[in-house]
């Protein structure tokens, strides 16, 4: 203790020292909190947080909210972030968020990376409408990046949320949209199909491609009249996920002729009429 103390005094944290701490047991984690108005210097409170991360210390998840805050060199945040990722709880998300305001571009991917990565530890919907809280206020940008986050966690609690806040804020329903296409994918139904149908006609073509692309994935077959309609958009983004929708649910390989599409669609009703009803 005495040999941290006078590390620091001088203005460099001695890793042995530090070392010898961790040796001792969790109860020195005392130590380096009280120290952490004078620990300043980058590569110390770098040591510092690995050294309570080891330590297991209960008060770890607030020291590095605030050292994220502190901290002035990139390479010292991002390991911070690193050991947020493994170390922290949903009480991180506000902080989080308000981070993710205010990083410079080169620290977007750690602090996505460690909000995903506590969202993934912690699967449960409460956890992740707590995600969707924390950027209530925040720039329009990091909400985009909480979306992102969320479908990013692959769990079936992240879609039931995004389902409930498509069409509550119009800026953020392509990023929305985006993130259910990618939990669908993943394997999550999707609770109902009537918003996404309803937006096959909306005026914005983003939200008219993510809604045909999910509807194949989901293999659809209610909305293949207006998808087939679609064929004749003159949005290319909007025209490729239709066909290729077409395509996934039909099993076929036809031109993205709309014409072609009417007449197989035509044939399978009548097949259904004739002999599927007896099946």
Known sequence: VRA?????RKGDLDVRAVEHLVRLGPETSGVLLALRDE???DEQIRVAAEALAR???DKLEPYLLATLQRAERPGTRRAVYAILAAHGTPFSFPHLA?????NPPKLKRPA????TAILRRHGTRPAHREAWAAGVGRTPETRARIVSCLSASAAAAALAVLEVQLGENPSLDPAILCGIARLVNAGHPLASLSAIRSLLDHDDSRLRREAAL?????HDSESLPALIEMLEESDIGVRANVHWTLRNISGLELEPVPQRWKLWLDEERAWW???GLDL
Do not use: Q
Request: aromatic share 4%; net charge negative.
């Open 4 to 8: 941290v103390l006078a590390s620091v």
């Open 39 to 41: 620990i300043r210097r």
């Open 55 to 57: 330590l297991e210390c």
């Open 98 to 102: 308000r981070l993710m305001d205010a």
């Open 112 to 115: 996505d990376d460690a909000f």
């Open 214 to 218: 999910i509807l194949g994935i989901v």
């Open 273 to 275: 009429r004739a002999e």
